[in-house]
């Protein structure tokens, strides 16, 4: 299957700093990558739909301001998260959308783990 | 906008038993639907899926049904085993590819 990276793996930061999430698809191009937060033992929270050459969709009470997304290529994606306060810690989990005539299948990333102190 | 509800929550099943998970969407327009398994602190996989025109799909142990009409789907493990442990989503999916997850089920399966 298509294969998705994530960089870094872990994060700690010191509140007010600002934190580069970077969501690479390895062997395929994605036109569409999806941005997810996950709070343990939850489940995934759609933030916002990246689109490679366009601006982010954000969902309905996500700071578009604070989670900077840029889909400069075909195969990476960038989530910043600004001014980053403890509130912010959680796990961020990217997917990529691969779209055929049969299936619309998301390949997620391994996830990156915030924490800010 | 979509509203996915998945039960139950937690499920314990002996080895060689048959799992079953339920979930419910509200938008008639969905038409893909992914089962994913999350094991503890990795990625979600996919490991099923169902397009709307089909009312069911298997693959060895694992199947998949869908009712369009009552706007419910679920995912049947047969025979279970221990590595069969793990969190499961399903998730409901429209054309433009943005999917909306259910809560998970934490599946486990006792030796």
């Known amino acids: 299957g298509a294969v998705v990276s994530q960089h870094p793996s872990r994060v700690i930061c010191k509140s007010g700093t600002s934190v580069k999430i970077e969501c690479r698809s390895l062997?395929?191009?994605?036109?569409?990558m999806f941005w997810y937060r996950q709070f343990p033992k939850q489940s995934l929270m759609l933030m916002a739909t990246s689109n490679e050459g366009s601006k982010a969709t954000y969902e309905q009470g996500v700071e578009k301001d604070k989670f900077l997304i840029n889909h400069a290529s075909l195969t990476l994606s960038t989530l910043t998260v600004t001014s980053a306060h403890p509130e912010d810690s959680s796990f961020y989990i990217c997917?990529?959308?691969?779209?055929?005539?049969?299936?619309?299948?998301?390949?997620f990333g391994p996830g990156t783990r915030l924490t800010v102190l | 906008g979509e509203n996915v509800e998945q039960h139950p929550s937690t499920l314990s099943v002996q080895e060689g038993d048959s799992a079953v998970i339920k979930c419910t969407y509200s938008d008639s327009a969905s038409n893909y639907f992914p089962w994913y398994k999350q094991e503890l602190g990795k990625r979600p996989q996919l490991i099923i899926d169902i397009r709307s025109n089909v009312g069911e799909k298997k693959d060895q142990r694992i199947a998949v049904t869908l009712n369009k009409t009552a706007k419910h789907f679920s995912l049947h493990i047969t025979e279970t085993q221990p590595e069969d442990s793990a969190v499961y989503f399903c998730a409901a999916s429209n054309g433009a590819g943005k999917s909306t997850f259910g809560d998970g089920t934490t599946l486990t399966v006792k030796p």
């Open positions: 997917s990529a959308r691969v779209l055929t005539r049969i299936t619309d299948t998301q390949y």
């Open positions: 062997d395929f191009q994605a036109t569409t």
